[in-house]
């Protein structure tokens, strides 16, 4: 029986901030010596910033991990007047870096947060060293298979639920690949009791549903321009078993553009690094240390010139 969530078993390093930006606060956690390379990390739609504490645990002896809690999640606030947009999320992520002084980071999105990085890879090369995207590619929110999945999920989810049995079987039947470890994360993450006994929503369901399901068409982002002018070094990691991210478009997105390389994680889905967090893991850190590019020797170098700049000012 699941009477209750577990509660979070916070890493040793585990640091949880809070900063107002845009008029709402946001709360990230951070991983690793706060000396070390940055890597942000933005969760997917429906995610929260714990999701890559697994994922940080492997990588925090090297590099300084910061996870954002994106508007409306986790312990953000919610926006009152339901902007979730990637112009919203593009704008707290300039201001999150700004405000950490993060002259120079790597930037990893997964599915949604693929999106808003995607566009700030865009805007802002210069500030980053390495992009990498978790499952995301142009058209893959707007049709196909996995964009009717996740319209189908918003337009059936359940506004509470009697007791965290009931709520621990929606989740199991939503994330069939995912293990035990990742179920009892997700409840305890996106999940409280409330005073009427029921079991409900710690993000802003509604308010993410309503945005999901009747979008401002004017506000949804066209990626095939955006991937075009990228001129990072980019890495797109998908999951051979995904519904989101078809293998076709983003082989046409390497043709198009030299800067970006893909690579499909065998026994994935869609949440590559809740399906197979060692070849998420090792893809990661293989193309941050090495390939002809040498990354990891680029990306010390940017952040030395960074952060000399930075102390000398």
């Given amino acids: 029986m699941h009477e209750h969530p577990p509660s979070i078993e916070l890493l040793p390093d585990e640091f949880v901030g809070n900063m107002v930006v845009n ?21 997917g739609l429906r995610g929260y910033a714990g999701t890559w504490r697994s994922f940080a ?3 925090s002896h090297d590099y300084q991990l910061i996870a954002i809690d994106q508007r409306g999640r986790g312990g953000s606030d919610w ?17 999150i870096v700004d405000r950490l002084a993060l002259e120079c ?31 995301m590619a142009p058209g893959a929110s707007i049709k196909g298979s996995g964009a009717t999945r996740v319209v189908g999920e918003m337009t059936t989810l359940p506004d ?37 006994g029921c079991i409900h929503w710690r993000y802003d369901a509604n308010g993410i549903k309503h ?24 890495l797109v990691i998908r999951g051979a078993n995904s519904d989101f991210c078809p293998e076709e478009t983003v082989q046409i997105m390497t043709r198009r553009n030299p800067n970006i390389s893909y690579v499909t994680v065998p026994g994935a889905g ?34 030395q010139r960074c952060t000399r700049g930075l102390h000398e000012d």
């Fill in 57 to 59: 645990q492997l990588l």
């Fill in 160 to 196: 509470h639920f009697p007791s965290w049995e009931a709520a621990y079987i929606y989740w199991r039947t939503q994330r069939p690949s995912v293990d035990e470890r990742s179920i009892q994360e997700r409840m305890a993450e996106t999940m409280c009791a409330g005073q009427d």
């Fill in 105 to 135: 980071f790597v930037l990893l999105g997964h599915s949604m947060g693929g999106t808003t990085s995607y566009v700030y890879a865009a805007n802002h090369a210069a500030r980053l060293a390495a992009l990498i995207i978790e499952d």
């Fill in 79 to 95: 926006d009152p007047g339901h902007n979730y947009y990637t112009d919203a999320y593009l704008a707290d992520l300039e201001a």
């Fill in 211 to 234: 945005t999901r399901i009747n979008p401002d068409s004017n506000r949804i982002v066209d990626l095939w321009p955006v991937t075009d002018r990228i001129t990072t070094p980019t």
């Fill in 270 to 303: 869609h949440y590559v690094h809740d399906d197979n967090l060692s070849a998420f893991t090792a893809h990661v850190t293989d193309f941050l240390r090495g390939g002809p590019m040498n990354h990891l020797q680029q990306i010390r170098g940017a952040y």
């Fill in 23 to 43: 008029g709402l606060k946001i709360q990230y956690r951070r991983w690793g010596s706060s000396e070390a390379f940055p890597i942000v990390l933005l969760h």
